[in-house]
């Protein structure tokens, strides 16, 4: 079988993803009047999370997972140090692959200042290749929560509601955000 460029180029993807979606984020939050929302990433990717999205005194970390629209994504992989900071959350991006439009979202966390629910009962992930002798280790600090445990969020209102519980605006300054009007 053939690679896509989405298989081919799956690391470039990610970040171009990661970029799209502070984007959307960025967007959103300007259009409704907040511009001062800081998006921080990690030097060193091992404490669970991709993003920093800070408003006010109220700080998300944000592990980020993707996949195209109408997978068969069944489980989703989380870092257990994720568990570790106060408002962490996972949100899951569903594409277009072919326009890398965004939405819907899925959403797994908490409100503002709780902590992300226990995963640890969870089962723990297993590398995806084997080692020298074929047998695919455990990785003890991931853990697998089925996608059903996500709550799905429609737009990038809802992704910022749940992020940051209403402490943002309403009503943009224009009244429109890009082409949906806001009620």
Request: one cysteine or more; glycine letters at 8%; hydrophobic letters at 35%.
């Amino acid at each position: 079988m053939k690679g896509t460029e989405h298989s081919l180029y799956s690391s470039q993807r990610e970040v171009l993803l990661e970029h799209l979606f502070a984007g959307e984020m960025m967007r959103y939050l300007w259009l409704t009047g907040v511009h001062t929302l800081e998006v921080l990433k990690p030097q060193v990717d091992d404490s669970g999370y991709d993003l920093v999205f800070e408003i006010s005194s109220i700080a998300r970390h944000v592990q980020l997972k993707s996949t195209t629209r109408g997978s068969a994504l069944s489980r989703v992989k989380v870092n257990c140090h994720l568990t570790e900071k106060t408002s962490g959350c996972v949100i899951l991006i569903e594409f277009d692959d072919k326009t890398l439009e965004l939405g819907p979202f899925y959403w797994f966390g908490g409100r503002p200042g709780e902590k992300l629910p226990d995963i640890s009962t969870f089962p723990v992930a297993k590398h995806t290749k084997g080692n020298a002798q074929g047998v695919k280790l455990e990785r003890p600090n991931i853990r697998q929560i089925p996608r059903s445990k996500f709550q799905r969020l429609d737009t990038t209102k809802e992704v910022v509601d749940r992020l940051f519980g209403g402490v943002v605006p309403a009503r943009p300054l224009n009244g429109r955000i890009g082409e949906q009007e806001v009620k």
